[in-house]
């Protein structure tokens, strides 16, 4: 039997321009956080693209997983965002999502476990918010940004990866090719949630065989996001 640790590991992913990955890896080891995965991707969010020569460049971003302890994940997320200065808009990205099972970390499974009576933390305006994860054939992903700001979202981060899907069973000379694939992450006010997905499986077809899937993870606590929270209260005061 697999051992698993349950109920007592948080997912914290940050999203942040490369120059700042060493500094958000520095300041969460300083508060608990063993380590980390890095994934280079791109970034579409609010601010406006630079330009060189009249070509726009991408901002280049790093996404940083780093899995830690429950009772220290809210700690690591302050330090990561106190890091890079998140309450500027532009500056990155971080929130926590929760894992329901954690295995191959065998040190971690020694230490004492999550107590199951533990009172509920409360509600935070910033757990408002889901993060919708897109994934479709090379190509599309600038058809998923567009369709997802029209329909409410700020903006979202690209990731390259490669698919082994059963409708992929393209040939080279008898040699199998794993076609490449994006990853569209695009966080959401959840009252927004389905009107984004909606428009992105119309836009990339999901509703057809093998053009790519799309899910939504809940969101603990983000940071980051200062302009769409000022946004959030600003609609709920005019709705009193």
Excluded: Y
């Excluded at 808009?89 to 329901?100: S, W």
């Excluded at 004492?112 to 599309?140: C, H, R």
């Excluded at 695009?186 to 899937?213: N, W, Y």
């Amino acid at each position: 039997m697999i051992e698993q640790l349950k109920n007592c590991q948080k997912l914290i992913l940050t999203i942040v321009s490369r120059n700042k990955t060493s500094r958000v890896i520095k300041a969460s080891k300083r508060k608990h956080a063993e380590g980390a995965t890095i994934i280079h991707g791109e970034g579409t969010g609010i601010e406006k693209c630079k330009t060189f020569w009249g070509i726009p460049l991408e901002p280049e971003k790093d996404v940083i997983f780093t899995v830690v302890s429950d009772e220290h994940a809210e700690e690591v997320l302050d330090i990561i965002s106190k890091s890079v200065k998140m309450s500027k808009p532009g500056n990155g990205v971080a929130f926590i999502l929760d894992i329901t099972r954690f295995t191959g970390a065998v040190h971690l499974q020694k230490k004492k476990k999550k107590p199951t009576d533990q009172p509920l933390k409360s509600m935070d305006i910033t757990a408002q918010f889901e993060l919708i994860v897109t994934i479709v054939n090379k190509g599309f992903c600038e058809d998923i940004i567009e369709a997802s700001r029209e329909a409410g979202a700020a903006g979202g981060t690209i990731l390259h990866g490669r698919g082994t899907g059963v409708h992929e069973h393209a040939k080279l000379f008898s040699f199998n090719i794993e076609p490449e694939k994006e990853v569209v992450l695009t966080l959401v006010p959840q009252k927004v949630t389905d009107k984004v997905l909606e428009a992105i499986v119309k836009k990339g077809e999901l509703d057809k065989p093998g053009k790519g899937i799309a899910f939504v993870l809940n969101v603990e606590k983000v940071l980051g996001i200062n302009h769409l929270l000022e946004e959030m209260l600003e609609r709920s005061g005019s709705d009193s």
